[in-house]
């Protein structure tokens, strides 16, 4: 296991937890020899300010057949794409965050890189009773008790739906080299 952390007090944790055998303060750093089966980045990827030699460099130190997994809020989020909230735009678009990515951002990344294949899961993190707090309340907002009364069923049958329609807050694309 190697980590590239940008945050001193992070790699220390990660390093005392995990002892890798290499730690970097950034990807770029990574020696080109070192090579990998899997890189797993979650919630990194919308940060990388050159996502094309972010996955290329990635791909470089996998082995053959290696994968890249990353995981990423998505620009198919129901609350932009399906409600259309203002105030969740404001809440949702942030500095920090440099690119959100959609399945197609990511499509056109691959055909750009040097990785053969990708895979999509799609995945809904925030429910129906999160999707009617921003629709009554416009704001981010304690919803837990003021929807308690949703069902467990209900929470997983409106996040399934969205699923199936193609939209969800969460992507994960799996690059294969």
């Known amino acids: ?16 937890k995990f ?15 070192e090579k990998y089966d899997t890189v797993v980045a979650f919630q990194v990827f919308e940060h ?13 130190n996998l082995k053959e057949g290696g994968l890249l997994i990353l995981e990423m809020p998505s620009a198919e ?7 259309d909230i203002e105030e969740f735009k404001r809440f949702y678009f942030q500095k920090q ?17 040097d990785f053969g294949g990708i895979n999509f899961i799609r995945y809904q993190r925030y429910s129906l009773d999160n999707h009617l707090s921003w629709l ?5 907002s304690d919803y837990k008790e003021q929807f308690s009364f ?6 997983e049958a409106y996040n399934d739906s969205l699923v199936k329609k193609g939209i969800s807050d969460t992507i994960v694309a799996i690059f294969e080299k």
């Open 150 to 155: 949703l069902s467990k069923s209900a929470r």
């Open 48 to 60: 990388i300010r050159e996502p094309l030699e972010f996955a290329n460099k990635i791909c470089r």
């Open 77 to 83: 989020d129901p609350l932009l794409t399906l409600y």
């Open 19 to 33: 002892k890798p055998e290499n730690t970097y303060s950034d990807y770029k750093e990574l020696d080109e020899n």
């Open 97 to 113: 965050h440099i690119f959100i990515h959609s399945v197609n951002s990511l499509r056109f990344l691959k055909e750009n890189s």
């Open 1 to 16: 296991i190697s980590i590239a952390e940008p945050s001193k007090k992070q790699r220390d944790f990660i390093s005392n």
């Open 136 to 140: 009554l309340n416009r704001k981010r």
